[in-house]
T-cell receptor
């Protein structure tokens, strides 16, 4: 069974601080995605990484896929209250199905 | 409106009753999915469908039934609701770049 573990589970920081969220597995994934979910809404896709070692940047968010394609990280620089939400990683299981991690709940205080 | 819509947004039902959650997408995506989201478990796949009339079980299918007579609709039925099925249910379709989720149905079984 493929499992994705995210850490930390909860994170509360002040506006302007930097943070990193981790997504780890013992399984190899052909691709990995990151989503953000706000209260009362479904998750929204942020990025897809497909190559081991790949780094993608989305404004203040930096995503990295591990060399062995078993883990990933999400780094946020100068966090803002608008970054508050549940961050989910998801690894490709087969060609069309994704397995989701348990999520990191981030709260950024103004 | 283009997108994926779920109905109802909120539902309270009694133990033992049958209840159907609706999901409609406007893109004609082949793949559709039903997930449930619970604290501590993240998103767990209930059922998925690769095309009309093709469905398959996910991680937690027991107590649920799906059908897909048309590409755009993917209803989820709880045949005899139990309290353990109290959850937030998300429908998703898979496009070229990843999943698009509906806004969810919060189901409470009393």
């Amino acid at each position: 069974t493929q499992l994705l573990e995210q850490s930390p589970q909860f994170l509360s920081i002040q506006e302007g601080e930097n943070l990193t969220v981790y997504c780890n597995s013992s399984s190899v994934f052909s691709s990995l995605q990151w989503y953000r979910q706000e209260p009362g809404e479904g998750p929204v896709l942020l990025v897809t990484v497909v190559t081991g070692g790949e780094v993608k940047k989305l404004k203040r968010l930096t995503f990295q896929f591990g060399d062995a394609r078993k883990d990933s990280s999400l780094h946020i620089t100068a966090a803002q209250p608008g970054d508050t939400g549940l961050y989910l990683c998801a690894g490709a299981s087969g060609t069309y199905k994704y397995i989701f991690g348990t999520g990191t709940r981030l709260k950024v205080l103004a | 409106d283009a997108g994926i819509t779920q109905s109802p947004r909120y539902k309270i039902t009694e133990t033992g009753r049958q209840v159907t959650l609706m999901c409609h997408q406007t893109w004609s995506h082949s793949y559709m999915f039903w997930y449930r989201q619970d604290l501590g478990h993240g998103l767990r796949l209930i059922y998925y469908s690769a095309a009309a009339d093709i469905t398959d079980k996910g991680e937690v299918p027991d107590g649920y039934v799906v059908s897909r007579s048309k590409t755009e609709n993917f209803p989820l039925t709880l045949e005899s609701a139990t309290r353990s099925q109290t959850s937030v249910y998300f429908c998703a379709s898979r496009g070229q770049h990843g999943y698009t989720f509906g806004s969810g149905t919060r189901l409470t079984v009393v």
